[in-house]
């Protein structure tokens, strides 16, 4: 009886709330015209925290904003909506002349999980900008799509090691078995991140080819660690 009553309470008052959260809503897409950009940026992000799907069109509308600011909030801001309309919009944002921008949107198709948005994203593995390839190696690793396995191998070389990890991180979210040889590779790596993040990739993927150099790098690697990691790969999968 007292879940029931906790239930019937939280229900009302959630249905106390609506037309405030809705009133929040209107002003802040109304905020999104204001002459000020740091307002409109604000109202980019609170629309985001409110994730109302009422103001998808708004913030849609919004990427095209003279200010990077708030096209970069707006990106984000569609991201955590999660509404499939915002998809093309977004993959138009990768193109975006602002590097802020593209890495927001990046980030935002990782969230919405569009199969649409892959080789868009796969091109942009060559953005001129680090951050953006490393949130579009992210955004490839939440989506899953084998597809992108061959770029995110291309990838484990960037000069960057956030790209580097990150795409390692990825290979191991999609779990395809051609990522096995390269992720061994990158447990060389000079950065302890790329190599611990390769060792947590080795270890979802699961296949045995690893334990050898799971075994060496869990007594030889500097970095504590991800000595620790292969020893729990190890451990997990029975390989040692």
Do not use: C
Not at 56 to 73: C, G, W
Not at 111 to 120: C, G, I, R, T
Not at 143 to 155: F, H, P, T
Not at 200 to 209: E, H, M, P, W
């Amino acid at each position: 009886m007292r879940d029931i009553l906790t239930f019937v309470f939280a229900l009302s008052l959630m249905v106390l709330a609506m037309p405030a959260l809705a009133e929040n809503v209107e002003q802040s897409v109304e905020a999104l015209k204001d002459e000020n950009s740091i307002t409109r940026a604000d109202a980019a992000m609170t629309l985001g925290e409110l994730n109302d799907a009422s103001a998808v069109e708004p913030l849609i509308q919004a990427l095209k904003d003279d200010n990077n600011s708030v096209r970069s909030e707006s990106a984000k801001a569609l991201g955590w909506i999660k509404d499939k309309r915002a998809v093309n919009p977004l993959i138009q944002a990768l193109n975006d002349q602002n590097w802020d921008v593209r890495s927001s949107a990046a980030l935002a198709l990782g969230e919405l999980n569009d199969s649409e948005a892959v080789d868009p994203l796969i091109q942009s593995l060559n953005d001129e900008n680090s951050s953006v390839r490393a949130n579009v190696a992210e955004a490839l690793g939440n989506i899953g799509d084998e597809k992108a396995v061959d770029s995110l191998i291309q990838a484990l070389s960037d000069e960057d090691p956030r790209v580097r990890y990150q795409s390692a991180e990825a290979l191991g979210n999609i779990g395809d078995s051609h990522a096995i040889d390269p992720l061994i590779q990158a447990l060389k790596d000079e950065d302890n991140s790329v190599r611990y993040w390769s060792t947590v990739a080795l270890g979802k993927i699961n296949d045995a080819r690893a334990a050898e150099s799971l075994i060496q790098t869990s007594k030889e690697d500097t970095d504590n660690y991800v000595r620790n990691a292969a020893a729990n790969v190890l451990k997990e999968h029975g390989w040692a």
